[in-house]
């Protein structure tokens, strides 16, 4: 481990999703040095992954790239990736923050990004970008579109072979690195920490895991995004173009037997974008929701609903007990048709798609070493007061946004990101940013 | 049907909840239960309906279904509930409503207080316990302490004459339950009442006899009911294996108890003043080994429910436990009796034998009330059902 010298900043944003790169933007353009800390090799959180948004469907890189590169390149943003919060101390001023550089055995400064490593790598291993659809590299630069663009070299599937150290025209190989031990010394925090997604796992009667044309919506959604594995909409069995899609609405969501009882907001709306995006690549595929209520509550959410059903995708009220998978891998849904008359149904499907939940990053409370961060009882961050600040959390000058503090959508979650930055300038340039109503001064 | 307004009782949440229904209010109806359910089918889809029923305050669609008894209490759906709304509480709570419903007037407020209440059932048990205990206590003969003199003691035919009578006024309670419950389940079906009636009798009668095998003698849809267990090894280790022998044990015992009433000479040994009868005679030994049986099976249902250790034995009601207390305790009084007497001591035999009797007594009173009713109007559900059935499918 290198102990490197003290920096000071004005702000430090943990996590590089689409909140904390809105956060870090904003702060940056007011003129606060801030430091983002991101714990995955590439910014960009989860938006990036995603094909298209609802209820525009626009494409999601394409927004969230422009943010990627301006983080990347803007003066007053020090960009830490690959690095995590070790611990969090409040001292007089502010913050002492404690981050841990993991080592990328690939010196930044000096990789092009050429992909020679990747092509002499003998070991593949699934990728997390397309969440295990298709393969990577031991080394291997994350995406196409990574910020940063660098290669990466993942030791605990390395056979030390030094074919990449061999053919890398640039000498940026280096398995001498050591973590790096950060401290920065900040006035204000913003929590941008985002979620988990539910472990479909977890669900035994669904069979995730074991049955192969059982995705997630994750990787649903890779399969639908432009720059899809196989460039083509297959299922993984048999790689057979799916006719009969299902879906499982509220996997892990609303669902008191794997402690989350709440809903997780976006699903009904990314499902029954995928289903767009599905019948724009399967024109004649069938496509069905098993849905329990239909929650589309935003702005053009209930004409997006309508227009799916126009489309003809079928929305079917009860959720799935069970999955059963058939010698031919085509998979039988068990479910009660809890609209009309009721009754236990099954249905068969060539490809079933649960629509995971999002679940809190709960780590983040057992950061703060001297002073405690407020939790809700599921697990997100607790915002002290709504309606006075959605971006307050318990501790003076610590701020959160975006799905750190329960699920949201990419609009609300950019929203956030942009109070919490300037509730955050408010409490560094001394102003209280805790204005109750009695400290309004009189004449206001 | 849809000229009569359907008429919704607010109460019957709360009813259903002080019954058992613990948490019939959290559900939202997904419909999860249904479809996790293994003997749940499209004609007969439950538990859903039911607690949808339950939450409308739809108290006479409840009585009219025979699909609350066809549920064996296996607990999937209520593992699988993401409200954890307990939904085969649920239905064991609406099974003790409707046990208390088909019951006559009078012994249906008697019914529903011996569930909500807890003191009111001890009390009841003590009173009903004292009825053969005074009876003996006054009709007694001659206590004989130097030999086991059983019959001399209390005189055989007066325990004839006890049992016939309260077996007349048990069976006429409960021949009212199933007819209430027939009428009920039956109502506005065509070919079950009025019309069409006679013209499928036989067919009626080859469904009667499919549910009176399947359903009461090999209890098949018990044995649906736990997935998991296909070979003979999980079998013997399944609910279904407790109640076979708690089953099988109590008919066996039931028909040495007949048999010895209505065929004395069947017995080669004449049964006049407490002579022994050797194990061996045919009778006794169906006897013996039914006991056996309905030892072992009381035995291992009574420690399932103290360990908790499935959905159906963890949440045990007052009745529940008397009942299979009360089996218990009959098969272990009875066996005590035959060791006391073969040892020749014969203020324990009478002593004994007093307890067996007060045992048996309650029993039998409280049958038509509690769980035990469910072995009449389980198979009639049943058949009632396949019976829907078969007039939908023609």
């Not at chain 1, 090799?41 to 590169?69: E, R, Y």
């Not at chain 1, 489309?311 to 009860?318: A, E, L, P, Q, T």
């Not at chain 1, 329960?406 to 805790?434: F, H, M, T, W």
């Amino acid at each position: 481990m290198t102990e490197l010298p003290e920096e000071a900043y004005d702000v430090l944003v943990i996590g590089g999703g689409i909140a904390g790169m809105e956060a870090a933007i904003d702060l940056g353009d007011m003129g606060f040095k801030v430091a983002l800390v991101e714990k995955e090799p590439t910014i960009g959180g989860k938006m990036l992954l995603l094909s298209k948004v609802f209820p525009t469907l626009d494409c999601a890189s394409c927004i969230s790239g422009t943010k990627t590169s301006t983080v990347s390149h803007h003066p007053n943003i020090r960009l830490l990736t690959y690095s995590e919060v070790a611990g969090i101390e409040r001292v007089d001023s502010g913050f002492v923050a404690r981050v841990t550089e993991k080592p990328r055995y690939v010196d930044a400064s000096l990789c092009t990004s050429c992909g020679e490593c990747e092509d002499a790598c003998p070991i593949i291993v699934p990728n997390e970008f397309d969440f295990g659809l298709r393969g990577r590299k031991a080394i291997y630069i994350p995406f196409d579109t990574a910020v940063p663009k660098n290669a990466v070299l993942d030791l605990d599937n390395c056979i030390y072979c030094m074919q990449c150290e061999r053919v890398c025209p640039a000498d940026a190989i280096n398995f001498l690195q050591v973590p790096k031990a950060h401290t920065l010394r900040v006035k204000a925090i913003i929590l941008a920490v985002g979620f988990k997604l539910f472990q479909a796992e977890k669900k035994k009667d669904y069979h995730y895991g074991e049955y192969p044309n059982v995705l997630t919506s994750m990787q649903m959604d890779r399969v639908v995004a432009p720059t899809r594995p196989y460039n083509a909409v297959i299922r993984p069995s048999d790689g057979k173009e799916p006719q009969n899609v299902g879906y499982v609405l509220c996997t892990g969501s609303r669902d008191r037997t794997v402690g989350n009882p709440r809903c997780s907001q976006v699903c009904c709306m990314y499902s029954m974008k995928q289903a767009q995006l599905i019948m724009g690549s399967l024109p004649t595929a069938d496509i069905t929701l098993y849905y329990m209520d239909i929650r589309a509550y935003g702005k053009g959410f209930e004409e997006f609903y309508r227009q799916s059903r126009d489309m003809g995708v079928k929305f079917v009220r009860g959720k799935v007990g069970k999955i059963e998978q058939k010698p031919d891998s085509n998979l039988t849904v068990y479910y009660e048709d809890t609209e009309g008359s009721g009754g236990m149904r099954k249905a068969d499907h060539d490809l079933m798609v649960l629509s995971v939940g999002l679940l809190p990053n709960t780590e983040v409370a057992g950061l703060f070493k001297n002073v405690k961060l407020d939790l809700d009882e599921i697990g997100w961050i607790r915002i002290m007061n709504e309606t006075r600040s959605s971006v307050q959390t318990n501790i003076d000058g610590v701020f959160a946004a975006g799905c750190a503090t329960g699920p949201k959508d990419i609009p609300d979650s950019v929203l956030e990101a942009g109070a919490a930055a300037s509730q955050c300038a408010a409490y560094i340039r001394g102003a209280s940013a805790s204005i109750t109503a009695h400290e309004v001064p009189a004449g206001i | 049907m849809a000229d009569k307004p359907i008429k919704s009782d607010p109460g019957f949440v709360d009813e259903v909840k002080a019954l058992g229904g613990i948490n019939v209010e959290a559900c939202f109806n997904c419909g999860t239960c249904t479809a996790v359910c293994p003997l749940s089918s499209g004609a007969s889809s439950f538990p859903r309906k039911m607690i949808t029923y339950t939450q409308l305050g739809l108290k006479d669609k409840v009585l009219e279904s025979p699909d609350l008894w066809l549920c064996n209490y296996c607990g999937e759906c209520s593992k699988s509930c993401p409200r954890e709304a307990a939904p085969a509480e649920t239905m064991m709570a609406l099974r003790r409503y409707a046990i208390s419903q088909y019951a006559p007037p009078g012994f249906s407020s008697f019914s529903r207080m011996i569930y909500r209440s807890r003191a009111f059932a001890w009390i009841s048990m003590i009173l009903i316990s004292l009825i053969p205990l005074v009876l003996m206590l006054g009709l007694h003969g001659p206590i004989n302490s130097s030999s086991v003199l059983m019959f001399t003691f209390f005189p055989e035919h007066y325990i004839d004459y006890i049992g016939i009578t309260l077996g007349v006024i048990i069976l006429g309670v409960m021949l009212y339950g199933l007819g209430k419950m027939y009428y009920m389940t039956t109502r506005g079906m065509s070919g079950f009442q009025g019309e069409g009636h006679s013209a499928n009798g036989i067919k009626w009668l080859q469904e009667f006899t499919k549910t009176l095998f399947k359903e009461v003698f090999i209890q098949k849809r018990l044995d649906q009911c736990n997935e998991n267990s296909k070979g003979w090894r999980e079998r013997l280790n399944s609910e279904w294996f407790t109640h076979m022998t708690i089953f099988w044990g109590f008919i066996g015992l039931l028909i040495t108890t007949s048999l010895g009433f209505l065929i004395p000479s069947a017995i080669s040994v004449p049964l006049t003043n407490g002579l022994y009868i050797p194990v061996t005679e045919p009778i006794r030994l169906l006897g013996t080994l039914s006991g056996l049986l309905l030892v072992y099976g009381a035995t291992r249902a009574i420690i399932n429910r103290v360990n908790k250790s499935e959905i159906y034995s963890s949440h045990t009601y007052f009745t529940d436990w008397a009942f299979l207390v009360l089996l218990l305790l009959a098969g272990l009084t009875g066996y005590s009796l035959e060791i006391a007497y073969y040892v020749n001591s014969p203020l324990l035999t009478y002593a004994l034998l007093t307890v067996h009797l007060i045992v048996v007594f309650d029993l039998f009173v409280v049958a038509p009330f509690t769980k035990f009713a469910h072995a009449l109007y389980r198979p009639l559900a049943i058949w009632v059902s396949r019976a829907r059935q078969y007039i939908e499918t023609t």
